[in-house]
């Protein structure tokens, strides 16, 4: 009986540990997935340049194909491979027709598609931007509004929730 106390008391305090580290760690900034062509996906004979001029492009964001599987696929290649649609510069590629690419890096992305689709339409190019600077106490009216809730609830929630566990877990443990 003593082992297995001693084991459900590692067991809790590793669980404590690794809640806690992900409590205090700082909390990921939403990410926002950019649908290429929106609702007419990654096709001939749109204009993808007006497509990503419309849309802000951060750090942590995702950029998402879809188009027919076997029809058609993604290159990441450098600005020449865009500008020329060649594929000898390319660095990633994908075709699985819903492709989720992470944006992790403040560069310039330039997407084609590698089976000759490129000459028709089928690139675009977008500029990553640096993650704002989170707002500071000075740049926040004092006064709480509506829209200012939300903003509030956000930032709070997930750390409020997650360290009333961790005091439920800690609490619990100890009354048992």
Excluded at 1 to 17: E, P
Excluded at 82 to 100: E, H, I, P, Q, R
Aim: charged letters at 10%.
């Amino acid at each position: 009986m003593a082992a297995s106390s001693s084991s459900s008391f590692f067991i809790l305090l590793t669980f404590f540990f690794l809640l806690l580290l992900f409590t205090l760690s700082p909390l990921p900034v939403s990410a926002t997935d950019h649908i290429v062509g929106a609702n007419r996906g990654w096709n001939p004979g749109i204009n993808y340049t007006l497509w990503a001029n419309n849309h802000t492009f951060y750090v942590g964001d995702f950029i998402s194909f879809r188009y027919q599987k076997n029809q058609y696929n993604v290159f990441e290649v450098n600005q020449t491979g865009y500008d020329n649609c060649t594929l000898d510069s390319a660095v990633g590629n994908w075709s699985s027709g819903k492709d989720f690419i992470l944006l992790n890096k403040t560069i310039r992305y330039y997407f084609i598609c590698g089976n000759g689709q490129c000459l028709n339409g089928m690139k675009v190019s977008v500029l990553v931007h640096p993650l704002p600077p989170p707002p500071t106490s000075s740049q926040h009216n004092h006064s709480t509004s509506k829209s200012d809730a939300p903003m509030v609830l956000e930032s709070l929630g997930l750390r409020s929730m997650m360290l009333s566990f961790v005091v439920f877990i800690m609490f619990g443990f100890v009354l048992v």
